[in-house]
């Protein structure tokens, strides 16, 4: 059984330290500011008729759509970040994803100017500001609400040991590793769908889907390695919550940031709610 476990090691840490080399996060990053301008250009020269008709069919004509696609090249990144913290504590890695709920709220919030014309004419856009105060205020509280949860964790943070440690966290880093697999391969599918035959996915609803059912193993698998109480009532907690975010990606206007706020305190009552448990145990 070791073997597996320095098999996951093997896969996971190499990618891992690739992922967060300086050089790495920075061509990320200088991607993300040369797609965003390719994407303006490119639809000002479909507005203009000049491009051929494989990319005028999944080209928009809303110059607007650019600044989609920039939240949606940021969002990606923060996903890939998700996985790379899987193997962390239960913690960690749930604040990661409401990190990406804040970062899709917020893309949602902007999603709502490709309803507008250009240039902006403020009588129609009043139809367009509400859905958007509702997406950046839901983000906002979210966001607030994770400064309180992270500033909880690290009070809390501590070293654990144990022989039950080092297996608990490669079988994590296999399922990482897997998940990661996943990402690529079906995020290349949906971009092949979209430019040949024109079917767009609702990808990170997909991947969310996958998340949940990784988060309930993690649950499961913890209950091995950690089976009190609290610890079980802990994880349980943010499965559910994860869950929630979930809901919130699914849900219509108006629902999703009520979703993801209430999401958030339930996290952050599951988390003091075990502090409380563990100080008198």
Known sequence: MSTFYELATDLFDPLHSFWEHPKTRRFVAVSQVVA?????????????????????RVTPVSHFYAINLAFTLVLIQEVVDLIFVLPCSVTKSLGKQFEVLCLILLRDAFKELVHLHEPI???EAVNVLLPMLADGAGALVVFLGLGLYYRRYRK????????????F???????AFCLLFFFLSYGLWIGWESVVAGHFHAFFSVFYTVLIFSDIFIVLLSHTYQPAFHSVFRNSGFALAT????????????????????AMAFAYGVSRASEAFEADA
């Not at 000002?44 to 005028?56: K, Q, T």
């Not at 809390?156 to 297996?167: F, S």
């Not at 966290?169 to 399922?175: D, E, P, Q």
Request: aromatic letters at 12%; a positive charge; charged letters at 15%.
């Open 36 to 56: 965003f301008l390719v994407g303006l250009i490119g639809i000002e020269l479909n507005i203009r008729g000049l491009l051929p008709p494989v990319l005028a």
């Open 121 to 123: 004419v403020l009588v």
């Open 156 to 167: 809390r943070a501590q070293g654990r040991k144990g022989p039950w440690l080092y297996p």
């Open 169 to 175: 966290v490669a079988t994590k880093k296999f399922l």
């Open 243 to 262: 869950l929630l975010i979930r809901f919130a990606l699914a849900a219509p206007a108006y629902y999703a940031p009520v979703i993801g706020v209430a």
